[in-house]
């Protein structure tokens, strides 16, 4: 599955792909929606009836969990030492911060 992900902070545009390929390997024919960046962590949607019923549920827990695995991926570099920062609204890493 192929998308612009050139919208996305160039940190999580590695932690989206991986997730659009999983989707693509998993889940034959499932259309993703929505994949933005919102208050400081990745937001996927899938479209329901793009997915069969019985995979619908775990298609649903695969966009939340890349949405929690964004709150420690620095938005700048890609590190997976992120945390949110007083400032920041988006996580990102000590090396980065300076």
Known sequence: MMLDLSHLPKGWQPL?????????????????????????????????KSVRPQDYWRASKACESVGSASWHVCVECGSHHAEPRPGHVMPICTPCLT
Do not use: P
């Not at 998993?26 to 208050?39: D, L, N, Q, Y």
């Open 16 to 48: 989206a792909q991986e997730f659009l390929d999983r989707v693509t390997r998993e889940f034959r024919g499932a259309v993703v929606t929505e994949i933005s960046a919102k208050a400081g962590w990745l937001s996927v949607d899938i479209d329901k």
